[in-house]
């Protein structure tokens, strides 16, 4: 989850992509423009802690949708983000969860490669 503070307001998010440099977020679209500075309040996932930062904008775009996270215009906003300040051990919390997080999806994917290797469905034998 993420929140954005919009006009003072804080406006519910969902994180779709997080990195240590930065986030994309995804909401229904509700009209305005790109905010191109905002604070940002991140929930790092699978630790369960919230952190601060200060953002900006590096691209804004609006897509049609058909899904019910479309909002009563059928229309998602997704928005990057480059985190330009956060407390130095909320970053290495971040820095922490995408290293291990990575680690994870790698040895998931090499996990795959070798059980399609061991049942030779790429031909290919050791």
């Known amino acids: 989850m993420c929140w954005e503070i919009v006009k003072n307001q804080q406006v519910s998010t969902v994180a779709v992509d997080l990195s240590t ?70 970053l290495k919390r971040l820095e922490e969860y995408v290293m291990e997080a990575d680690k994870k999806r790698r040895r998931r994917w090499y996990n795959e490669a070798r059980q399609l290797v061991a049942r030779g469905a790429m031909g290919i034998t050791f």
């Not at 630790?47 to 899904?67: P, V």
């Not at 998602?76 to 330009?84: A, E, H, K, P, S």
């Open 21 to 90: 440099m930065g986030v994309r977020i995804e909401r229904p679209y509700v009209g305005g423009g790109t905010v191109k500075e905002t604070q940002l309040e991140l929930e790092i996932p699978e630790i369960d802690e919230l952190m601060w930062a200060k953002a900006e904008a590096t691209f804004d775009t609006i897509s049609q949708s058909n899904s019910p996270n479309g909002g009563p215009m059928n229309l998602i906003r997704r928005t990057g983000y480059r985190l330009v300040n956060a407390a130095r051990r909320d």
